[in-house]
């Protein structure tokens, strides 16, 4: 046998370089995709949980839906009191009222929805209705006094003070009302997914009521 026979026939003979091949070879490619499989599954996986909202224990879909559309009934008093000059938006409360007075002896969720959305717009419709109206009287004063003191050219000082005082009610008169509708909307939203609201001020009137006559 010749000498490179030899070599050749002794490589193929050795364990050691079979041994080194095969740890070469060895399973560390697929550990490192599994790996990374899982790397980007998980985050996902939890976005896609973050997103479900969790609705309150206990309610039906029936429930979260009278609900939200009691808070979403100011809708319809904004367009009430838009479309009659104001005149007809006392009729917008009469829909949570109902919803209120239907649903008194079957959800407790729904009747302490419903009741806070009717205090919230009566007492909304007040307030503007209070501010439109001492608003107006204070307004008209202001500018008659700034009328008669022109004869003294001191109205002159008071007709710049006037107009600010003037375009701020205004103002006012506009938002307070698109605050209300938006705050009423963000409600509707929050019940419709089963999560129990409180209107600022309003749920603790009710409290405080019910605390008193209890």
Known sequence: MSEVERDVSAEAES????????ADSGPSEPAARRAETQKLTD??????????????????????????????????????????????AIFGPLIPALIWYVYRDKSEYVVEQARQATIFQVAGIVALLA????????????????????????????????????????????ALPV??????????VETYHGRP????????????????TA
């Open 15 to 22: 364990p050691g370089a079979t041994q080194k091949l095969g």
């Open 43 to 88: 985050p996902q996986e939890r976005r896609s949980r973050a997103v479900v909202p969790v609705p309150h224990l206990g309610l039906t879909r029936e429930e979260m839906t009278w609900a939200a559309a009691a808070h979403a009934s100011i809708l319809a008093t904004l367009l009430l009191g838009i479309s009659t000059g104001g005149l007809a």
């Open 131 to 174: 501010l439109a109206t001492v608003g107006t009287v204070l307004v008209a004063l202001g500018w008659a006094v700034s009328a008669v003191m022109l004869i003294v050219l001191i109205g002159l000082l008071l007709l710049p003070v006037m107009l600010i005082v003037t375009l701020l009610w205004a103002a006012v008169i506009v």
């Open 179 to 188: 605050a209300q509708v938006a705050y009423g909307c963000f409600a509707a």
């Open 197 to 212: 609201f409180r209107y600022r001020w309003i749920a603790d009137l009710i409290e405080r009521y019910q605390a008193q």
